[in-house]
């Protein structure tokens, strides 16, 4: 009988071009070949790039009291400009949740300047980050979600039930690229139906990284580009887990036969 061929797993490319300023000289902003952005804002402070991804998102959505942090948050993070003009033009296209959060005169300027606002309240079962995803996945067709990156700002970093909700969003979601982000770090899901390819912007991100295995051991992933790479290696709860590792080089590659959390530091 001939030999079973290893299994080939088609490769996924990932990067947080996103995250480089405009002016970088090695990455021009995000072009026709990008990935289409959606941001989604979370109910936690506005990360400093908050500005730079809101400009550069085709839509935004904010989680119930996200609403609050960009009406109080943009102003505070452009000092130079007019708080009013500000609140005019960062305008979100939809606040959605259950809308215990976001303040009434919050809702009232937003819904006057045009934004549709989603009232979920009869819906105590999933979170308002959930709903906001559902809402972009079902405005989103089929073809254009391959070519979608939704950014969640403000995800890490706070209530630690709140963190789970926000890392759980990933497995309930996952043929979609989300990206959770803090000022700190940015988190998101390798499938094991992929080789990893991630294109490491040293300039904003690093050096140190996490592979983990949130939702079940692995009993082999390999990878590249690391200091303390794996080679076949099982990882779980209980056991191994890799964290405080370091990105040494520009492209780390990733397989594995279970879905891993790919983690690296933001740097300041
Ligand atoms: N402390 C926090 N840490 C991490 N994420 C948070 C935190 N607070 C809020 N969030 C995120 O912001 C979203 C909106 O939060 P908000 O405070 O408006 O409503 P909530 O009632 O606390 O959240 P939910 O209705 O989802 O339970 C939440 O769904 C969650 O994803
Ligand atoms: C088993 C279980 N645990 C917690 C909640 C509470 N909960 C989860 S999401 C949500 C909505 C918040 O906007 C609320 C209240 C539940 N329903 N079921």
Known sequence: ??????????????????????????????????????????????????????????????????????FDGMPALLPGQDPDEVRASYKPDVIKGDMDSVRPEVKEHYSNLGTR???????????????????????YSATNKSNLSILVLGALGGRFDHEMGNINVLHLFPSINIVLLSDDCLIFLLSKMHTHEIH?????????????????????????????????TSMSFGGLISTSNIVEEDKVTVTSDSDLMWTTSLRK
């Open 1 to 70: 009988m001939a030999p079973t061929a290893p299994t080939q797993r088609p490769t996924m490319r990932h990067s947080s071009a996103f995250l480089l300023p405009s002016t970088a000289p090695s990455s021009p902003a995000p072009g026709p070949d990008d990935a289409a952005v959606a941001l989604v804002v979370l109910n936690q402070p506005l990360p400093r790039f908050a500005p730079l991804l809101w400009s550069r998102a085709a839509v935004r959505v904010c989680a119930d009291g996200g609403a609050n942090r960009v």
């Open 117 to 139: 606002i989603v009232d979920e309240s009869h819906d105590q079962d999933t979170t308002d980050l959930h709903k906001c995803i559902a809402f972009i996945a079902e405005n």
């Open 200 to 232: 490491v912007e040293k300039s904003i991100e690093g050096p140190h990284c996490g592979l983990i295995p949130i939702g079940m051991p692995s009993t082999s992933t390999t990878t590249t580009g690391l200091r303390w790479n794996l080679d076949n």
